[in-house]
């Protein structure tokens, strides 16, 4: 790397370093905006990874129009940050417009990607439309029947991103049912710090985001591999919802979705996470800030086994204040195969970590 580009990377590492304090601050200061939003442009995936719900294999990326009026809906909101999801979205052939106009609103802009899409110019375009964060997981080092996103496809891919993105990249590994070969976390992890990203890892859940425990070896390589990502400043040393995942606990939390997160699915409705489609179910165009209110003091009762990492780390600037006070009607959705922790960036506060 040349000496230009190293410091182009510092400046903006620290950069992201300030805006991250910011989006702490102005979080502590007032609970009336939602913190994170998860925007969905396109619901199609080009992977068919057996343990997913959050994908289809034929919808059309939703217009330009309509994701433009969804972001300056959320502006409006003075929502902080907004990470753009699937689906896989790199498919959406405008993804690079979506991503400008996030900026200009001055919002921090994620992405999460299964990485089969990139390539250095698809990098190099990320890089002039803004975007700040992204996330690809990484299933296995050999790809099996159950995920083609492995270590052996995408490690090219990463050596393009260590050596093209100015914006920060974490490489997130699994544990928990349904991964065959545990260890795989963490040579994935090993492999993304040598390149110099991030690393993190998730928990596999049920089909409704529960928690399902890890086995003592897992456990072991859970809390390995959750060192590692805690050598860079990050939030999320400051929350110990991890420690209870690894061991199989309840965790008691004061779940915000539906209001300091949100998400936004392909149809422009506001749902509670990825795993609670369903409820509220009210269009963006028409959710309110009594909504907000609403859904703040609204206690989810799938909250103590939830495994969905980033409603945790949205929710622990306002854990200390305003209980909860009405349990929530969840939608009863069918059976579904395990599925991964996938809404991550980690998680928002990703913004105050210094590469």
Same mark, same amino acid.
Not at 144 to 151: A, G, I, N, T
Not at 322 to 327: E, F, L
């Given at each position: 790397m040349n000496v230009l580009k190293a410091i182009r990377r510092r400046a903006l590492a620290h950069y992201r370093t300030y805006r991250g304090v910011r989006f702490i601050v102005e979080g502590l200061l007032s609970s009336r905006h939602p913190l994170l939003a998860h925007l969905i442009p396109i619901r199609r995936c080009n992977l068919s990874c057996a343990y997913c719900n959050e994908y289809d294999d034929h919808s059309q990326p939703v217009p330009l129009d309509l994701l433009f009026s969804r972001i300056d809906r959320?502006?409006?909101?003075?929502?902080?940050?907004?990470?753009?999801?699937? $689906? &896989?979205?790199?498919?959406?052939?405008?993804?690079?417009?979506?991503?400008?106009?996030?900026?200009?609103h001055r919002i921090t802009t994620g992405l999460i990607t299964n990485g089969y899409l990139l390539t250095a110019d698809r990098i190099q375009g990320l890089n002039r439309a803004g975007l700040e964060y992204l996330q690809i997981s990484i299933? =296995?080092?050999?790809?099996?029947?159950?995920?083609?996103?492995?270590?052996?496809?995408?490690?090219?891919?990463?050596?393009?991103?260590?050596e093209h993105a100015d914006f920060h990249v974490n490489i997130n590994s699994v544990l928990g049912g349904g991964v065959n070969n545990p260890q795989d976390a963490l040579v994935i992890a090993r492999r993304a710090v040598a390149l110099g990203l991030g690393t993190t890892v998730g928990v596999i859940h049920d089909g409704s985001g529960q928690l399902r425990p890890l086995s003592p070896q897992e456990q072991s390589i859970y809390l390995q591999i959750h060192h590692m990502g805690k050598r860079r400043l990050s939030?999320?040393?400051? =929350? =110990?919802?991890?420690?209870?995942?690894?061991? $199989?606990?309840?965790?008691?939390?004061?779940?915000?979705?539906?209001?300091? #997160?949100? #998400?936004?699915? &392909?149809?422009?409705?506001?749902? #509670?996470?990825?795993?609670?489609? $369903? #409820?509220?179910?009210?269009?963006?165009? &028409?959710?309110?800030? &009594?909504h907000l209110r609403r859904e703040y003091t609204t206690e989810k009762s799938c909250a103590p086994h939830c495994t969905v990492s980033c409603v945790q780390?949205? @929710?622990?600037?306002? =854990?200390?204040?305003?209980?909860?006070?009405?349990? @929530?009607?969840?939608?009863?959705?069918?059976s579904a195969p395990l599925v991964q922790v996938k809404s991550e960036l980690r998680d928002p506060t990703e913004v105050v970590s210094a590469d």
């Open positions: 959320l502006a409006w909101f003075g929502t902080r940050v907004i990470t753009i999801s699937g $689906g &896989e979205p790199l498919l959406h052939p405008e993804l690079d417009h979506v991503i400008r106009h996030i900026h200009r299933d =296995n080092v050999m790809p099996d029947q159950v995920s083609k996103k492995s270590l052996k496809v995408l490690d090219k891919k990463l050596e393009l991103l260590a939030f999320a040393r400051f =929350n =110990n919802f991890q420690g209870d995942i690894a061991h $199989g606990r309840s965790h008691q939390w004061r779940c915000r979705a539906g209001s300091r #997160y949100l #998400y936004i699915c &392909e149809d422009g409705l506001v749902h #509670y996470c990825s795993q609670q489609r $369903g #409820y509220p179910a009210i269009p963006l165009q &028409e959710y309110t800030l &009594e780390q949205v @929710a622990i600037i306002d =854990n200390w204040r305003a209980p909860q006070r009405v349990m @929530a009607p969840l939608p009863r959705r069918p």
